[in-house]
């Protein structure tokens, strides 16, 4: 097994290494579309970055060896490296420079089907978190389904490809011996059965949760965590396509923001700063509504203060610079509002708490009857902290 793993971390930082070098010397040549992550930066960057899993993979080894999510993990990261060197080789050697690398077309056909291995192995690996085993022996029927569904699309993609993608160079040595008709029903088959696995997974995910208590349920905090940011990355990625001015945002987020569920999972399983996930979900919450309102603020009253100002000056600089400025007097009292909303909708008892409190500071002000204040100081104190019995001893003073 450690030497099995040992070959496969390896593997995976040659194939890294070597999809940066080619990604960087084909840095200016036109990517086939299918064959990119959207920018020559990305293209070159992430190979590197998704070694983030096999990371985390082999810091889940040297506390659980034996853990399965930590091996989905390391199988994911170096299923996503030969898919990444696979492009990069392809490329070079049948665009930037033909004929300078042995059986480039070839390699390039493999870049165009194996994409599915890492999909598999992600729906395995939240399948069996955090414990490295299903909800029970039955939820196994989950991770045939993805592994059959992974592999029929990669026979439909490996047969299929080259009927499609006819203006890149690629060499099959399989032939097209099926119809295109026959292939894209099997592939829609694969499409639909790795799409309920991974709903599968996820739904096992959250009857986990429901189910569980104590440290299992902060460690599917942190994955429900990860899990959240990298969907906001997927739907930002998405929108790029119908939004070209964010494109390249838009990619660069949902690349990186996918790194989110191997850290947060090794978190998870490491039992790092267990219980900071709350802290770290509410400042997400704030200051992610903070954002987004402070944007939209400025976006308006830049397009309202360019209308209205157009008249007197023709410029925009005085609207972006009256905007910039309004918007920046509303940072504080919006944080302060969101603040209080997100703590009265997600974290209702330390709100509760939180007014308590605020409650019997300005009674206390006001206060003089010793048996009035020892009152409320223990209404306040069932209020926040909620104790099984609560009582205020005072020591008589002597003369």
Do not use: C
């Amino acid at each position: 097994m450690s030497v099995l793993r040992v070959v496969f971390v390896a593997l995976s930082v040659v194939l890294a290494l070597v999809a940066t070098v080619l990604g960087w010397l084909s840095r200016d040549t036109p990517t086939p579309a299918g064959q990119s992550l959207g920018t020559k930066a990305l293209d070159i960057g992430v190979p590197i970055a998704a070694l983030t899993f096999v990371a985390v993979a082999e810091l889940i080894r040297r506390r659980h060896p034996r853990h399965l999510v930590g091996w989905m993990f390391l199988l994911l990261g170096l299923s996503a490296e030969i898919l990444f060197a696979s492009e990069a080789y392809g490329l070079f050697g049948t665009i930037t420079a033909p004929g300078a690398l042995p059986a480039a077309g070839t390699v390039m056909w493999l870049a165009t089907w194996t994409w599915a291995l890492p999909v598999i192995v992600l729906a395995i690996a939240l399948l069996v978190f955090p414990d490295g085993r299903p909800l029970s022996p039955r939820w196994w029927i989950v991770a045939w389904i993805a592994i059959v569904s992974g592999v029929l699309q990669s026979v439909a993609d490996a047969y299929g490809t080259p009927l499609v993608l006819t203006d890149i160079p690629m060499d099959t040595p399989l032939g097209t011996p099926f119809p295109l008709d026959a292939l894209n029903v099997v592939s829609t088959i694969g499409t639909l059965g790795s799409v309920a696995a991974t709903l599968a997974a996820g739904t096992s995910l959250i009857i986990r949760f429901r189910r569980a208590a104590g440290i299992e349920r902060q460690q599917l905090k942190w994955v429900a965590y990860g899990g959240a940011i990298a969907t906001v990355g997927f739907v930002l990625g998405s929108v790029g396509y119908v939004v070209p001015e964010i494109g390249p945002l838009g990619n660069a987020v949902a690349s990186f923001a996918v790194l989110l569920i191997p850290i947060t999972a090794g978190l998870a399983i490491l039992r790092y700063r267990l219980y900071d996930v709350d802290v770290v979900i509410e400042r997400t919450l704030v200051y992610g509504a903070l954002s987004a309102t402070l944007a939209a603020t400025y976006w308006l009253l830049v397009l309202f203060l360019q209308s209205a100002l157009r008249p007197i000056t023709a410029g925009s600089e005085l609207a972006v610079a009256a905007s910039t400025l309004a918007t920046l007097a509303l940072v504080q009292p919006l944080r302060m509002r969101i603040q209080r909303s997100v703590d009265r909708r997600f974290y209702r008892g330390r709100y509760d708490a939180v007014r308590a409190l605020d409650r019997f500071t300005t009674e206390l002000a006001s206060e003089v009857a010793l048996d009035a204040v020892r009152a409320d100081l223990l209404e306040a104190v069932r209020e926040t902290v909620q104790p099984a019995h609560a009582s205020v001893w005072l020591r008589e003073r002597r003369i």
